[in-house]
């Protein structure tokens, strides 16, 4: 099974800021790798897919890059409707799909 | 609209059974594999199960293996997970949620997800 590491745990950055979040793969993933938002008390939602495509209705300050085993989700410009937890996840060898442990963005 | 609307969870005894539901709406049910995800409380996603739009493929995570059975029927477009042996460490929030592509053979994402509902495995 791979093992998804997302880093750091808790990220704090100011409105208007860049913020980067990371994830490794424990093996190649090609680019299937997907990232979801999940803000409190509600269900994920996709954000970018393929590592790097943006879902339909993402705005544009949140990107991603990366292949292989190192990921990175980047927002451009933070706002505070970005506060939330962000999951990595694969899917190039599904079953299982494996999510990293979440990354928590709080707004300083 | 995609909509997935779950249904089902409660509070249950350890060792006792549960069924949940997964209406779908929106789309062609039968084209797309399907999933169950759960979050335990304050803890992170975790892929329970899978299904192949036909139904003539499942798949199970090794933590619920032998005691969670997934189904769907096609006629009513309904995902269910059946839950026996249910213990403590089953309390989650459970996620249905649809793959993105039709082609099974291909990677794809979870494109939607549902609202979820919480199950409870307490004394």
């Known amino acids: 099974e791979i093992v998804m590491t997302q880093s750091p745990a808790t990220l704090s950055v100011s409105p208007g800021e860049r913020a980067t979040l990371s994830c490794r793969a424990s093996?190649?993933?090609?680019?299937?790798l997907a990232w979801y938002q999940q803000k409190p008390g509600q269900a994920p939602r996709v954000l970018i897919y393929g590592a790097s495509t943006r879902a339909t209705g993402i705005p544009a300050r949140f990107s991603g890059s990366g292949s292989g085993t190192e990921f990175t989700l980047t927002i451009s410009s933070l706002q505070s409707e970005d506060l939330a937890v962000y999951y990595c996840q694969q899917y190039n060898n599904w079953p299982p799909y494996t999510f990293g442990q979440g990354t928590k963005l709080e707004i300083k | 609209e995609v909509q997935l609307l779950e249904s089902g969870g409660g509070l249950v005894q350890p060792g006792g059974s549960l069924r949940l539901s997964c209406a779908a709406s929106g789309f062609t049910f039968s084209s797309y594999a399907m999933s169950w995800v759960r979050q335990a409380p304050g803890k992170g996603l975790e892929w329970v199960s899978g299904?192949?739009?036909?139904?003539?493929?499942?798949y199970y995570a090794d933590s619920v293996k032998g005691r969670f059975t997934i189904s769907r029927d096609n006629s009513k477009n309904t995902l269910y997970l059946e839950m026996n042996s249910l213990r403590a460490e089953d309390t989650a929030v459970y996620y249905c949620?649809?793959?993105?592509?039709?082609?099974?053979?291909?990677?794809?994402?979870?494109?939607?997800w549902g609202q979820g509902t919480l199950v409870t495995v307490s004394s």
């Open positions: 299904i192949s739009g036909s139904g003539g493929s499942t």
């Open positions: 949620a649809k793959r993105s592509a039709r082609i099974e053979l291909v990677p794809a994402a979870i494109d939607y």
């Open positions: 093996q190649s993933v090609s680019s299937s």
